[in-house]
């Protein structure tokens, strides 16, 4: 039942079918058998927690991207700095789910400290895509995305912080939504990029993503940067006409003189589905985005994002916590604790994110940055002014395959590849859902809405999921 | 030998008090080690910062009272570096945005009045509390997170004197404002002294060193008396300064090299992610401004210029705001100010001292206070009776006004005086007789007066009708 | 002009050490991203704008600042499932030269 929808799920509870226990004995049976293959979770619980709320979510199972703090349950955002790390507090969206009677029966695996993109640098190892072992699932919430795939559970919450909850989603075939800034409280998910960091959902419709969404969203006390604003109960406004809604995608990014067949395919996918949001009553125009902006996202991007991740993560030193490493003077042990802690590729991008930072670098290079940061925003935002939402691609490409040296800095600018950006740079709510398959790889399209307006980018891409046929996708495997 | 001139620059960090710590809400005070804590104290992964409306209502009252123009919007940076006693790796501070800039205060050092000007006041948190035994060091982190005000004052101070009356009017306006107590032997005020020399024919300012984390007044002094020698020596010598932070060697009394300019540490500041900015409303100012209370400064202004009350007297009233409130809720019933100020500073102040006691022991209500000093100035009672009625008052614990009362009211009815002059006069014939022969025995006349009436007859009274009596034989 | 002396000392600030090999990789991805920072510095308008610290203005003030109550979380007992070394309730590491 795990691999079913929410619905379907709380009718069965319901009428009694089945129990909460014998639906977290389904997650977890399942979450074992495919681990050695997927590697999808850092922990499987093995004792159901009590469930105490009443909510639609009562009674069932969910997995939490392991960079979630849960009092007294490992906790270690797939690095080996924190390998043995028990947190001493909730975070916020699990307290919420707690409160709400879903039940955790699992953490799952990322790409370190949520700084990667391809599921792959995990300490505990990759994480495999469902749809095709021999390919990635993507980053960094490589295992909440997976473990939906595969129908161990119905939901799971990730983290976005450039992409990465939509990019996994696009790779593995489920709905990823990244809402706006602020919209959930971040209270508890260890900072990346804490200007760009979002917390989200995973989950197999725009349904449950919204039923998910309806439980954690909320102003958080402990959150200065969350959302006051109460825009009403998601669930309420998915069905909607969106008769008359107008989207725009980029031409820049469409108009590629290629020879990849891949990509042509994933735009004659496009292509159809931005018809079928025609024939929704939509008006989808093409647009033209100043190409030079567009090139600049992502070593905008990576300037902001490893600028802040090196400061957030300065607490990584052994003393307090985390897997400390013996020294003859409290340098020595701070040294050899970051230096057996964090892989190479960390390393690397803290060297970056440091040197950016550097008083004599900042104007030209943190600073200009965030300058690029804005005009891109301004840009979207004035966009907004006319259009109710942006329709993309999620990404060029379908899943790669292993072997791929993708996290190395590329020279590459491929804008399909960076867009999903945008949502951050702007805190713009951003979903991704399945819209097909080429070579056998599911294929994702993106709509990314005005700031604070999560409930009308769901309405949409709701509507749109219908017609698209691939509600409730689930890559079973025998 | 050219002479130089020192220019000295101040960095006063103070914790200020309130019930929970700056970002955090774990208690700011008192507590078993490691006791006071909070998630977010210890910087575990995923913990965000807070801010405490106490901390910044108070570092906007500072401000104001420093004179500064206080920012519009409130926003914090981060001060990225690694240290054991910093759990973030990070401080959370104000870097681009301070809270008051171009301020000022007005010390008096030797009777003559100056301006310092200071750079700016900016909120930030504590790190924690480190124990240094012989081979390791324990951690507390209690402290770790309570806010702190660091005043910045602007280099132009020029002698340690300066320097002391500076602090010292500083520190006395948090007290005034209950912003800190400000105990330096607690660690809750800490002073970064900036030193340069400059020769008298040189226009700008020498290489400035500093000098971190000093705890006392008293070291303050002693640290920048032992850097100017220290940079004199070098420059007479003909060497040169280098930009460099030292510490002091109490034991020693010499300062310390830390580090060099090459080994600054860059503390790579931006703008703190997770504190949007706030915007400051006039409400809130309104309020602040509204709870207030007039500062030593105006309140010295006041005693000398509208009581008459002298420069000493004045500052003497006004070291203590305790004292200072005291003195004003008294006269606010009507007595006159300078015999109030005249009792207090020339007779309580000292009784006090003696008996080894605070201003927080008198027992004196301001009215009964009051209505006693105008028995006085209404010339019921003498000031010596005045002082009896008050030391018995405090000696024994007893209501002042019924003390006053039994002591008596002052004899200042001319016929009545009088009277009694001529009674004395009738008593003591002997004693007129050496007057009519030409003696001088004034005094003992009065004397003998003083001593019919137990010293209640009005003195100044006394004198003129018993020379009126006198003539008259 | 970054040299693998620069790197090292960044990597030195951050308090942990790389491999050698680590450091060649690191000089390409440096070169590849300066580039690309330089052709940002280049772009039309960027120097007439504000960096961007927020994604939107939150409008908040100071009716939103944390009322000055005091509770604390946690103690030493808490914190002691994730400490190595201590002693009298704190937490002990080798002596701290200033």
């Known amino acids: 039942m795990t691999n079913k929808l929410i619905d379907e799920i709380r009718s069965s509870l319901d009428n009694g079918e089945i129990d909460s226990h014998m639906l977290f004995e389904e997650a977890v049976t399942k979450a074992k058998e495919y681990q050695k293959e997927y590697n999808c979770f850092v922990t499987i619980l093995d004792e159901k927690q009590e469930e105490n709320g009443n909510s639609i979510l009562r009674g069932i199972p969910y997995a939490l991207k392991d960079n979630i703090s849960t009092k007294g349950i490992l906790t270690t955002a797939s690095s080996n700095i924190l390998k043995d790390y028990i947190p001493l507090y909730d975070a916020t969206v699990y307290k919420k789910l707690k409160e709400a009677g879903a039940v955790l029966m699992g953490k799952t695996t990322l790409d370190e400290l949520a700084m990667g993109g391809t599921g792959t640098t995990c300490h505990t190892g990759i994480v495999r895509n469902p749809w095709d072992k021999r390919r990635m699932i993507g980053g960094s919430s490589a295992g909440s995305a997976a473990c939906v795939a595969l129908g161990i559970v119905p939901f799971s919450i990730g983290s976005d912080t450039g992409d990465s909850i939509r990019k996994p989603a696009a790779y593995g075939g489920v709905v990823g939504y990244k809402p706006t800034y602020g919209r959930v409280s971040r209270y508890g998910l260890f900072a990346f990029a804490s200007s760009l960091d979002h917390v989200g959902v995973f989950a197999r419709s725009v349904k449950d993503v919204c039923y998910v969404m309806d439980v954690i969203k909320g102003h958080d006390d402990k959150d200065m940067t969350s959302l006051v604003d109460h825009d009403g109960v998601y669930i309420d406004n998915i069905n909607r006409s969106v008769c008359g809604k107008k989207l725009f995608y980029i031409k820049e990014a469409i108009d590629i003189d290629s020879n990849s067949g891949e990509l042509k395919k994933i735009i004659d996918n496009f292509n159809t589905t931005i018809e079928k949001c025609r024939e929704l009553g939509m008006i989808v125009e093409e647009v033209s985005f100043r190409k030079d902006l567009l090139e600049a996202i992502y070593p905008a991007y990576m300037c902001i994002s490893c600028a802040e991740a090196t400061s957030n993560n300065s607490n990584l030193t052994g003393i307090a916590f985390g897997n400390r490493v013996d020294g003859h003077s409290i340098n020595d042990i701070m040294i050899k604790t970051r230096t057996k802690g964090f892989s190479e590729l960390i390393k690397r991008r803290f060297v970056l994110g440091s040197y950016v930072l550097q008083k004599e670098n900042q104007e030209k290079l943190f600073l200009n940055a965030g300058r690029i940061r804005r005009l891109i925003v301004d840009k979207m935002n004035e966009l907004f002014k006319n259009y109710d939402g942006l329709i993309m691609p999620s990404i060029g490409e379908i899943a790669p395959f292993f072997d791929k040296d993708s996290d190395r800095l590329s020279d590459e600018y491929l804008i399909l590849g960076n867009h999903l950006v945008i949502g951050n740079f702007g805190g713009f709510p951003s979903i991704s859902i399945p819209s097909g398959f080429v070579d056998k790889m599911p294929v994702s399209v993106n709509i990314t809405g005005r700031a604070r307006e999560d409930a009308l980018v769901l309405n949409i891409a709701n509507k749109l999921e219908e017609v698209l046929g691939y509600r409730g996708l689930v890559k079973e495997n025998e | 030998m050219s002479s130089y001139i020192p220019t000295i620059g101040l960095e006063v960090h103070c914790e200020l008090k309130s019930n929970s710590k700056n970002f955090s809400s774990s208690k700011n005070g008192e507590g078993v080690v490691n006791s006071n804590l909070s998630v977010v104290d210890i910087g575990y992964p995923g913990i965000l910062p807070v801010v405490n409306k106490e901390a910044v209502r108070k570092s906007l009252m500072v401000a104001l009272a420093l004179n500064c123009e206080i920012v519009e919007k409130l926003s914090f940076d981060r001060k990225n570096y690694y240290y054991p006693d910093l759990p973030k790796g990070y401080q959370i501070t104000q870097f681009a945005n301070p809270i008051g800039i171009n301020g000022y205060v007005i010390i008096n050092v030797d009777g003559s009045e100056r301006k310092i000007t200071i750079h700016d006041t900016h909120l930030e948190e504590d790190t924690a509390n480190m124990d240094h035994l012989e081979t390791y060091s324990l951690i507390d982190y209690n402290r770790a997170g309570i806010p702190l005000l660091e005043t910045v004052s602007d280099p132009c101070m020029h002698s340690s004197k300066e320097a002391i009356a500076y602090l010292e009017t500083l520190r006395n306006i948090f007290l005034y404002l209950d912003a800190s107590d400000a105990k330096a032997d607690m660690g809750q005020i800490r002073v970064d002294i900036n030193v340069s020399l400059q020769r008298e024919d040189e226009n700008k300012l020498g290489t400035r060193v500093e000098i971190k984390n000093i705890n006392s007044f008293a070291t303050v002094k002693e640290v920048i008396e032992v850097e100017i020698k220290r940079q004199q020596e070098i420059l007479e010598s003909g060497g040169k300064i280098e930009q460099e932070t030292r510490r002091y060697d109490e034991v020693n009394k010499k300062t310390v090299f830390m580090r060099g300019k090459v080994d600054a540490i860059d503390y790579k500041y931006y703008r703190e992610p997770n504190i949007p900015e706030i915007k400051i409303t006039e409400e809130f100012i309104k309020k602040i401004k509204k709870d207030m209370p007039t500062l030593e400064y105006e309140r010295k202004r006041k005693y000398i210029n509208d009581y008459g009350i002298s420069f000493i007297d004045a500052a003497t009233l006004t070291k203590d705001k305790k004292l200072s409130d005291y003195f004003e809720d008294i006269i606010s019933y009507g007595c006159q100010p300078k015999d109030t100020s005249n009792i207090i500073v020339g007779f309580l102040l000292g009784y006090l001292n003696k008996n080894d006691k605070g201003i927080s022991s008198i027992n004196i209500a301001s009215k009964d206070f009051s209505d006693v000093i105008k028995m006085m100035t209404d010339g019921k009672i003498s000031n010596k009776q005045l002082k009896d009625i008050f030391t018995k008052s405090l000696d024994e614990d007893k209501n002042i006004l019924e003390i006053a009362k039994m002591t008596g009211n002052q004899i200042s009815d001319r016929k009545q005086i009088r009277e009694i002059i001529k009674e004395v006069f009738n008593d003591n014939s002997k004693i007129i007789e050496d007057y009519k022969n030409g003696k001088n025995v004034k005094g003992f006349i009065m004397g003998l007066i003083m001593k019919k009436t137990a010293g209640k007859v009005n003195p100044s009274l006394t004198n003129e009708i018993l020379a009126e009596e006198l003539e008259k034989l | ?98």
Not at chain 3, 45 to 60: A, R, S, Y
């Open chain 3, 1 to 98: 002009m970054i040299t693998k002396d620069i790197l090292k000392k960044l990597a030195s600030n951050l308090m942990f050490e790389m491999e050698e090999e680590e450091y060649d990789t690191l000089e390409k991805e440096f070169a590849i991203f300066l580039k690309q920072m330089d052709l940002i510095a280049h772009i039309k308008d960027v120097d007439g704008v504000e960096p961007m610290t927020f994604p939107f203005e939150l409008d908040i003030n100071d009716h939103f600042l944390r009322s000055d109550v005091a509770n604390n979380e946690i103690n030493f007992d808490d914190m002691k499932v994730n400490v190595k070394d201590y002693e009298e309730n704190k937490i002990k590491v080798p002596k701290v030269v200033e």
